[in-house]
């Protein structure tokens, strides 16, 4: 079994243990009454970790307790792994940030913008452009996710097949479909949570010439030796797969979803997920952090350029402007308030509007069932939180994290 030693006394990386072993302790309350199956959670400075806490059960019904090397459905957690793929293909000059991305994927080219009507007869008109490879990274493509339940196009997307647990087969097909269906709005004029790094993954697939799997475990997987990441659970490691839970209408008590043991990510997908198909474990995503955090590589293994990833995690957002400003007042996974947005991150611009303890210039994202990260590169502080409760707006629990481990530095 993986083991996640703590490699140094939070004393010597700048926290107060004491204050620091409050995360663990409100962790704790949310497994003890039963909102939150288990937890599993690491906190690095310097490269180092210097808190590690796992507590509660991966698998209730079963009895199994999470461990150091539990294996998670990471949801969107998989997207700024896939937007680290396609800008390794743009270090390479394989691709431009303003090219559009019929280029790759010719249907895009007749895509239309949704004007009025109903999802059975929409009235549409031609963009003021065609969406960019840079609108997919920002989420400014005018792409939407079936599961907004928010307007008409959201409705046409569920009409086309996008289901939570399926979709209209494979990746080509998938793209091809969304290609058919309106955008929201011009290209690069708003920010909207949508299906936009899956678009990121097909094109990765036409542009290296592979499978999105192949291409990460070639490019990402192997060289940061992340053994436990991939878009199902091999057969030989299903016992280590944690169960999925949804909140009780009344108690938000913790409630079997998707048994581990006959979970559909036991088997290969239909499509490859470049939005949020990934598993992996803490220990595998850690080493992905830290590549992160040390300027784009580990152990002599580099993933990206310094500069370029200092480019991804700048926000990209026109002025400078925040997700409140700029997106729709739809569900993603971070808050909107004083947070912009970079290619695959999102990026922390101003703490006091965001009215949480935070840094300026801290990268993040998260997964739909309750998992986050971030990486704060003022404080070289990463940390990781992994759980299985869909969906992750049920608790505020990364704004509290965020309080948790900036109170206890020293």
């Known amino acids: 079994m993986e083991t996640i030693e703590v490699e140094v006394d939070p004393s010597d990386g700048g926290f107060d243990p004491a204050r620091l072993e409050r995360l663990g302790t409100h962790l704790h309350r949310y497994v003890d009454d039963g909102r939150f199956p288990g937890t599993n959670v690491l906190v690095s400075r310097g490269g180092k970790v210097v808190y590690h806490d796992v507590y509660g059960y991966r698998d209730i019904e079963r009895s199994l307790p999470v461990e150091s090397d539990t294996i998670y459905r990471f949801y969107s957690m998989t997207k700024p792994v896939t937007s680290i793929a396609l800008m390794q293909l743009y270090?390479?000059?394989?691709?431009?940030?303003?090219?559009?991305?019929?280029?790759?994927?010719?249907?895009?080219?007749?895509?239309?913008v949704f004007v009025g009507g109903d999802a059975t007869k929409p009235e549409t008109r031609e963009p003021l452009r065609e969406i960019s490879v840079h609108d997919l990274?920002?989420?400014t493509s005018g792409l939407t996710y079936h599961f907004h339940m928010a307007n008409t196009v959201d409705e046409m997307y569920r009409r086309a097949g996008f289901e939570w647990t399926k979709s209209p087969g494979d990746l080509e097909n998938q793209c091809n479909v969304v290609a058919s269906l309106p955008l929201l709005f011009d290209p690069g004029t708003e920010w909207n949570y949508s299906c936009s790094t899956d678009v990121v993954g097909r094109i990765v697939e036409l542009v290296a010439g592979v499978t999105l799997d192949q291409y990460f475990q070639d490019h990402i997987f192997d060289p940061l030796n992340m053994t436990d990441s991939g878009f199902s659970v091999p057969e030989n490691?299903?016992?280590?797969?944690?169960s999925c839970y949804y909140p009780d209408a009344k108690s938000l008590k913790a409630t079997l979803l998707d048994?581990?043991?006959?979970?559909?990510?036991?088997?290969?997908?239909?499509?490859?997920?470049?939005?949020?198909?990934?598993?992996?474990?803490?220990?595998?995503?850690?080493?992905?952090?830290?590549a992160l955090r040390n300027g784009g590589e580990l152990e002599g293994q580099r993933i990206i350029g310094r500069k370029t990833l200092d480019f991804?995690?700048?926000n990209h957002l026109p002025g400078g402007v925040d997700l409140t400003e700029y997106g729709?007042?739809?569900?993603?996974?971070?808050?909107?308030?004083?947070?912009?947005?970079?290619?695959?991150?999102?990026?922390?611009?101003?703490?006091?509007?965001?009215?949480?303890?935070?840094?300026?210039?801290?990268?993040?994202?998260?997964?739909?069932?309750?998992?986050?990260?971030?990486?704060?590169?003022?404080?070289?502080?990463?940390?990781?939180?992994?759980?299985?409760?869909?969906?992750?707006?049920?608790?505020?629990?990364?704004?509290?994290m965020k309080s948790l481990v900036y109170q206890a530095f020293v």
């Open 91 to 112: 270090e390479k000059g394989l691709l431009q940030l303003r090219d559009p991305i019929s280029k790759w994927i010719p249907a895009f080219a007749d895509t239309r």
């Open 237 to 242: 490691e299903r016992e280590r797969f944690a």
């Open 328 to 400: 729709r007042p739809l569900f993603s996974e971070t808050a909107y308030d004083g947070v912009g947005f970079g290619l695959g991150f999102s990026v922390v611009i101003d703490p006091v509007k965001a009215k949480v303890l935070s840094q300026k210039g801290e990268y993040a994202w998260g997964g739909a069932a309750s998992t986050a990260f971030w990486v704060d590169p003022v404080e070289d502080v990463t940390v990781i939180f992994l759980t299985q409760l869909l969906p992750s707006s049920t608790h505020p629990i990364r704004s509290e």
């Open 137 to 139: 990274l920002t989420h």
């Open 312 to 314: 991804m995690t700048s």
């Open 259 to 290: 048994d581990a043991q006959r979970s559909r990510y036991l088997r290969e997908p239909t499509a490859l997920s470049g939005g949020g198909g990934l598993v992996s474990t803490l220990g595998d995503y850690h080493r992905f952090t830290q």
